[in-house]
Nanobody, 123 residues
Framework: VQLQASGGGLVQAGGSLRLSCAAS????????AGWFRQVPGKEREFVAA????????YYADSVKGRFTISRDNARITVYLQMNSPKPEDTAVYYC?????????????????WGQGTLVTVSS
């Protein structure tokens, strides 16, 4: 499956931004999907994940209550709604897809990755 992330940009702290991840190539509705982020010089960090059914959703503690992951299997797209972002949310955000039914909060569960989209949150 191929993934294309978009929607990044500059946003003020306290504002909102929505990232999109469009999938192609296979039946994306059978895949779990996740968002991860990385700051230069730091390790990749889990942000949010959603099971292929959409029933199981996981968030990193740092974004819980502010970010929302969702998916539209008809449009084969996964979204990350970022509300009240903080400067520490500044990073390159990556979407990923996995056939795993297990620990989808682990980056190692994901064989398919998009190219990343930069989010910069100004204070």
């Amino acid at each position: 499956v191929q993934l294309q992330a978009s929607g990044g940009g500059l946003v003020q702290a306290g504002g909102s931004l929505r990232l999109s991840c469009a999938a192609s190539g296979r039946t994306f509705s059978n895949y779990a999907a996740g968002w991860f982020r990385q700051v230069p010089g730091k390790e990749r960090e889990f942000v949010a994940a959603i099971s292929w059914t959409g029933r199981n959703i996981y968030y990193a503690d740092s974004v819980k209550g502010r970010f929302t992951i969702s998916r539209d299997n008809a449009r084969i797209t996964v979204y990350l709604q970022m509300n009240s972002p903080k400067p520490e949310d500044t990073a390159v955000y990556y979407c990923a897809a996995s056939e795993s039914y297990g620990s989808i909060w682990y980056g190692n569960e994901y064989p398919y990755w998009g190219q990343g989209t930069l989010v910069t949150v100004s204070s």
